[in-house]
């Protein structure tokens, strides 16, 4: 009985696997994987359908699909156009025939394949006038054994890259660590496991990896989803039972009129949802027990000033405010505008980042418990600050932290401040609610009136869109308006990050040389970074080019031009953040979405593509959030696609609905005794869940 359960499987170590030594082991302990239970569920990120497999022979110009080749790398070789565009080059043979397959941009596919290779290749043929047959970016996969094609079913597991193996050698381990376990225990009853349409563990097990047809694989998929939303909605309740036994909150006494008040003392008029949630807010601030509430509303639709209420109701009840911001640039903002509006006689508001001086003064003015309103990033909580007087502690763009940073703010306080957490990431309700658990939900759902809608372009790139760029960036320069130019995130390093930024900047400086432009990136001094910031502010810089630092919060309503270069590298929430940088004032906005030099939308990746149609064409951030799932969707045929949450591994909580559904429907009824099996294993395999948080 024991034996079959993930506790025990956690015991029994790799060096137990036929022919893994020491070598084979350490790789996999570099990436968490000690156990047999870590070798079973580490997933493969998808399959390759031999069934689709083709032979070369039989393509040709009809087949408009992706379709498999299995063969024998013949040739290697690379190319660097007068572009400075990388081609990397493979020809590939089975026994029918010869293709030809081309990498475009530094993907280092010469280092990593050489003559002689077996290799799985998957992509949509071009077949040409002359007959000859060539992929563009496919995507290719080595087998050590070609014999082990032959072993597998037909849907060959292709693993995520693991220093020091192959695939191969992954999918051995996994097999025979499958084969050791005849039958696993599972939790569920055999009538549930009927009547939620699922399939049992044990199935489920051998089918994430070796399904037979797709259709097991999705139904193995779909029960271990279920699974982690057991762990999961497991892991909150006990989190709730704990929190509500400890808490005593505070019960404010808001006059009616504290609503109007704040509204004369701001520049503008609120819109009717921003007063909603205000009205929301104040009544949970009203009750006794602490307010625990989530805001969501889209880039733009001013959330900040909907804080700026809250602190204001704080100040006047003589708390302290608190509010965390994910970056230094944006803690840095917040305290420029919020000062302003928070004006009160005897009130002190600071800023508290690692690179603050005056430790000592914010110290004292906490110590002191008068009211006061501290502005900060992960400083915070880095420094163990304990307030004595908290009323309100506030997140912005709360998905840039995990949950127990946000907990850190407010643990061990004599009584629990309320709290509200800020996020611009577009999720339903019910997931919103299962994410959050424990939070309540608020939503800005319009956009500050006379906001014109960004104009949005699409260029590819070839030398003239680059000079189409330099004179873009005039036109609203002459109109006194401000640009942003963003240069993609490498995910190698910062280093190569920050270089392609400073190459960027060098190229503006030259072919705009009248106009100011300032640089800005991760691995500047604070003092750096907040004198642009103060430029741009100001008016002083027109154009900033900078790495993504700054996707999130930032807000100068005087710039209307946003370049995004190397836009097929981006992930489409992450474009429409950083579109929603534009389009906050007045003046008509534009932005740009500019794909690699050398490069055009035939030659990025397909999702790519997807992407850059789909934000051109859309500026809602809900909509965008839908597209993106059909275009995951797409993907996720034959794979699991990248959880939301840092720890789950295969559910996905922004597009697992239904699954999560069935699995709230299982846990209201669960028997005791179940939910403690369930909440066991959650603990067990998921030691840090208290973590998971949305990532996106
Ligand atoms: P986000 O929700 O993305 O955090 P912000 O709070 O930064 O948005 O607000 C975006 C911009 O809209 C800011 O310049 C802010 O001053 C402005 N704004 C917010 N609410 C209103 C309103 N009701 N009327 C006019 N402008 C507003
Ligand atoms: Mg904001």
Same mark, same amino acid.
């Given at each position: 009985m024991?034996e ?14 036929k ?11 570099k ?5 047999i239970?870590d070798l079973?569920r580490?997933?493969?990120k ?5 069934s689709? /497999?083709?032979?070369?022979k039989?393509?040709?110009s ?14 290697v ?5 007068k572009?400075?565009?990388?081609i ?8 029918t ?5 081309k ?8 280092? @990593?394949?050489?003559t002689g290779?077996?290799v799985?290749?998957?992509?949509i ?53 499958l084969?050791?376990?005849?039958e696993?225990e ?7 496991i009927v009547?939620y349409k ?15 047809? +797709?259709?097991?694989y999705e139904?193995? @998929?779909?029960?271990l989803a279920?699974?982690e939303? +057991?762990?999961l ?7 709730k039972?704990s ?11 808001l006059k009616k009129d504290?609503?109007?008040n704040?509204?004369?003392?701001i520049?503008f008029k609120?819109t009717?949802s921003?007063?909603? $949630? ?6 949970d601030?009203?009750?006794e ?9 889209d ?6 000033i909907v ?11 003589s708390?302290?405010? $608190? ?10 903002q917040h305290?420029?505008s919020?000062?302003?509006?928070l ?6 508001v ?5 690179? /603050?001086k005056e ?7 906490i ?6 309103f ?6 915070l909580?880095?420094e163990?600050?304990k ?9 912005d763009?709360?998905q ?5 940073q946000?907990?850190k ?9 309320d ?6 990431t577009p999720?339903?309700r019910?997931?919103?609610?299962a ?16 906001r014109?809608? $960004?104009k949005s ?10 000079e189409?760029?330099y ?9 006194n ?8 995130f ?5 280093? +190569?990050?920050i270089?392609a930024?400073?190459?960027?900047y ?5 072919e705009?040389p ?20 103060r ?12 790495? /993504?630092?700054i ?6 309503p005087n ?10 590298r981006f ?6 953040q950083?579109?929603g940088r $534009?389009?906050r004032?007045?003046?008509e906005s534009?932005?740009?979405f500019?794909?690699?030099e050398?490069?055009?939308?035939e030659?990025i990746?397909?999702?790519?593509k997807? @992407? ?6 859309n ?9 993106? +799932?059909q ?5 996720? /045929?034959?794979g ?13 909580? @922004? ?6 559904e ?8 669960i ?7 369930v909440?066991n ?5 998921f030691?840090?869940?208290?973590d998971v948080?949305?990532?996106t």
């Amino acid at each position: 009985m024991v034996e079959r359960n993930l506790e025990y499987l956690k015991n029994i170590s790799l060096n137990e696997i036929k022919g893994f030594g020491e070598k084979r082991i350490s790789s996999f302990k570099k990436y968490g994987i000690n156990s047999i239970s870590d070798l079973i569920r580490f997933f493969p990120k998808k399959h390759i359908d031999r069934s689709q /497999v083709s032979k070369i022979k039989s393509i040709n110009s009809e087949i408009k699909k992706e379709i498999t080749v299995l063969g024998e790398v013949k040739d290697v070789s690379v190319f660097t156009t007068k572009t400075r565009l990388r081609i990397a080059t493979l020809i590939i043979n089975d026994e029918t025939g010869s293709i030809r397959a081309k990498w475009f941009g530094p993907q280092y596919i010469e280092t @990593r394949f050489k003559t002689g290779d077996s290799v799985a290749l998957s992509g949509i043929p071009d077949v040409k006038k002359t007959g000859s047959i060539e992929f563009k970016n496919p995507t290719i996969e080595k087998f050590s054994d070609p014999e082990e094609l032959n072993e597998t079913g037909s849907l060959i597991p292709i693993y995520p890259k693991i220093d020091g193996l192959s695939s191969s050698i992954i999918r051995k381990g996994i097999k025979e660590s499958l084969r050791r376990i005849p039958e696993f225990e599972d939790f569920l009853h055999k009538d549930d496991i009927v009547s939620y349409k699922i399939v049992n563990r044990t199935k489920s097990y051998n089918d994430i990896h070796f399904p037979e047809k +797709l259709s097991d694989y999705e139904n193995a @998929r779909n029960r271990l989803a279920f699974d982690e939303f +057991l762990y999961l909605q497991a892991i909150f309740k006990e989190h709730k039972i704990s929190y509500n036994k400890t808490q005593s909150g505070i019960k404010y006494k808001l006059k009616k009129d504290t609503l109007t008040n704040f509204e004369q003392k701001i520049p503008f008029k609120l819109t009717k949802s921003q007063k909603d $949630v205000i009205n929301e807010i104040f009544s949970d601030m009203n009750e006794e027990s602490p307010m625990k509430r989530l805001l969501q509303g889209d880039v733009g639709s001013g959330k900040t000033i909907v804080a700026a209420a809250a602190i204001y109701a704080t100040i006047l009840s003589s708390y302290q405010a $608190v509010l965390m911001a994910p970056t230094e640039v944006l803690a840095e903002q917040h305290y420029n505008s919020l000062s302003k509006i928070l004006l009160f006689d005897d009130f002190k508001v600071h800023l508290l980042t690692s690179s /603050v001086k005056e430790r000592k003064e914010i110290m004292n003015t906490i110590n002191s418990g008068d009211p006061a309103f501290i502005i900060g990033t992960h400083a915070l909580i880095q420094e163990n600050i304990k307030f004595n007087n908290l009323g309100l502690a506030i997140i912005d763009e709360q998905q840039r932290f995990g949950v127990q940073q946000r907990k850190k703010l407010t643990t061990d306080l004599k009584t629990t401040p309320d709290q509200l957490v800020m996020t611009a990431t577009p999720i339903p309700r019910t997931t919103a609610l299962a994410i959050y658990g424990d939070l309540d939900l608020s939503v800005i759902d319009e956009l500050p009136p006379g906001r014109k809608p $960004v104009k949005s372009f699409l260029y590819e790139g070839y030398k003239e869109d680059n000079e189409k760029i330099y004179k873009l960036c005039e036109e609203h320069i002459k109109n006194n308006s401000q640009v942003f130019v963003v240069c993609p995130f490498i995910e190698e390093s910062e280093t +190569l990050d920050i270089k392609a930024a400073e190459n960027v900047y060098k190229a503006y400086k030259k072919e705009l040389p009248e106009y100011s432009i300032e640089i800005l990136h991760g691995k500047m001094t604070s003092e750096e970074k907040e004198a642009v910031m103060r430029s741009m502010h100001k008016n002083e810089t027109q154009i900033l080019i900078s790495t /993504v630092v700054i996707e999130v919060g930032i807000d100068i309503p005087n710039a209307t031009l946003m370049i995004i270069e190397s836009a097929e590298r981006f992930g489409l929430n992450q474009l429409h953040q950083l579109r929603g940088r $534009v389009g906050r004032g007045e003046k008509e906005s534009e932005c740009v979405f500019h794909i690699t030099e050398g490069k055009d939308l035939e030659t990025i990746t397909d999702e790519g593509k997807k @992407r850059l149609l789909a934000i051109v064409d859309n500026l809602d951030g809900f909509k965008l959030a839908e597209i993106d +799932l059909q275009i995951r969707g797409e993907g996720k /045929v034959t794979g699991t696609s990248q959880s939301g949450i840092s720890d789950l591994k295969i559910a996905d909580l @922004r597009y697992d609905y239904e699954i999560l559904e069935k699995s709230k429907e299982y846990f209201e009824n669960i028997s005791d005794q179940i939910g403690k099996a369930v909440s066991n294993e959650a603990k067990i395999l998921f030691p840090n869940f208290e973590d998971v948080e949305d990532t996106t």
